[in-house]
């Protein structure tokens, strides 16, 4: 996993001008997890939207860990958002989140050119 998980969408802030939020339920099982995010004045304190449709709530799975920046302030969160612990975040890695019943290690193609003789050149 990448030690810096904002990296993957470096150019966010530039492009989003508007106030938002980090993520709305749009389906009943949304699931939305931001870890270690740099999180701009443009994130809206509530941060999360339910889109008229509080019995969603019940069963999205919205979490942050350690947000930071102006948006990143959880204690204005809405309250079925959830804050990971410590132990929570360190559940959430590659291989938990897509690694599936099918047992896909997303990491394999990284290991195998690793460990090929083509790396050791």
């Not at 993957?8 to 939305?32: C, E, H, N, Y």
């Not at 799975?61 to 204005?76: I, L």
């Not at 897509?98 to 690793?114: C, I, Y």
């Amino acid at each position: 996993m990448r030690s810096n998980p904002q990296s993957l969408l470096p150019w966010m802030d530039q492009v989003i001008s508007k106030p938002f939020k980090t993520g709305a339920l749009w389906r009943p099982f949304a699931s939305v997890t931001f870890l270690n995010c740099s999180m701009g004045a443009h994130i809206k304190p509530e941060g999360w939207n339910n889109w008229g449709k509080a019995t969603n709530q019940k069963m999205a799975r919205y979490f942050e860990y350690h947000s930071r920046g102006p948006g990143g302030a959880t204690d204005k969160r809405v309250p079925w958002s959830h804050q990971l612990s410590d132990a929570g975040a360190e559940k959430i890695t590659l291989k938990n989140v897509l690694g599936g019943r099918d047992h896909w290690d997303p990491l394999a193609s990284v290991k195998a050119q690793e460990h090929s003789p083509a790396a050791a050149h």
